[in-house]
């Protein structure tokens, strides 16, 4: 039935590529459409469930590249602060050598040593320029640095956001499972061939037999809470036995008079 189904689908598929943008392509797009939709609901619900968690965990393991271009940048970004504070020391220093050879060569001083190296005005200009090329380079570094830090920091939020989804879709796919044997199991119950009536039938006149007995019960100790009389009698009795055992243990049992 699926081999047909497919057969049909691909040619409808070739029949599109033909017609695309006629009045006849439209009727074809709306039967295949249908088709899709027809095969789709043939599929039973636990297959599905089943497909969607393999996609799931297809996606995870897409997820895995993600990580690993997120690595590479936080890995740049590291290199690249190592490079941005290392340039920024150097252009610093430099920018307190050009400030000394400035200040040492005012008032048409010829040269100036600076830790041992001879200046001159026109080595002063050379280094200027130099320092000023040094400068451009390490702001278009650090603005290429924030732009980075930027940059991974969306993505590592964009992974976390992944995760979560995932973590929730997991959770969505086992509701519907359980749901799903619940139904089935519903949909078992109500479609039983097999006739319980008779014992329900059964067990309520159980239960209602049980009932009689229990109000014979119930009778039966209200009839006895109302004899006071026998119920003092029968202490009387059990008092008298327990004094003339007494008496008889300790002083001996009285010989009864013969005619008596």
């Not at 943008?21 to 599929?43: F, P």
């Not at 965990?57 to 997820?63: A, G, I, P, Y």
């Not at 920018?95 to 830790?115: I, R, S």
Request: glycine fraction near 4%; charged fraction near 40%.
């Amino acid at each position: 039935m699926f081999k047909k189904v497919l057969i049909a689908a691909i040619a409808v598929v070739v029949g599109l590529a033909v017609v695309k943008g006629t009045w006849l392509g439209s009727h074809l797009r709306l039967r295949a459409c249908k088709i899709g939709s027809w095969a789709k609901q043939q599929v039973p619900p636990e297959q599905e469930i089943a497909r969607l968690r393999m996609e799931l965990k297809n996606l995870e393991r897409f997820d895995d590249e993600h990580y690993d271009k997120v690595a590479r940048l936080a890995v740049q970004v590291d290199k690249l602060e190592r490079d941005v504070a290392k340039l920024r020391g150097n252009v610093s220093k430099e920018e307190a050598k050009l400030k000394k050879l400035h200040e040492g060569l005012a008032d048409n001083t010829e040269f100036v040593l600076h830790e041992g190296t001879r200046y001159t005005r026109e080595d002063l200009r050379s280094e200027a320029l130099a320092f000023k090329a040094a400068e451009e380079n390490l702001k278009s570094k650090e603005a290429n640095l924030q732009a980075k830090r930027k940059l991974l920091t969306l993505e590592k939020k964009k992974l976390s956001e992944l995760r979560t989804n995932r973590e929730q879709m997991a959770t969505e796919l086992q509701r519907l499972e359980t749901d799903l044997v619940q139904e089935r199991q519903a949909q078992a119950a109500s479609e039983s061939a097999i006739d319980d009536a008779g014992y329900r039938k059964l067990r309520k006149d159980m239960d209602s037999v049980r009932e009689r007995i229990e109000i014979l019960k119930a009778k039966r100790a209200l009839r006895g809470e109302f004899r006071p009389s026998e119920t003092k009698d029968e202490q009387s009795r059990l008092r008298d036995a327990q004094a003339d055992k007494f008496l008889d243990a300790r002083f001996g049992k009285v010989k009864e008079v013969a005619g008596k």
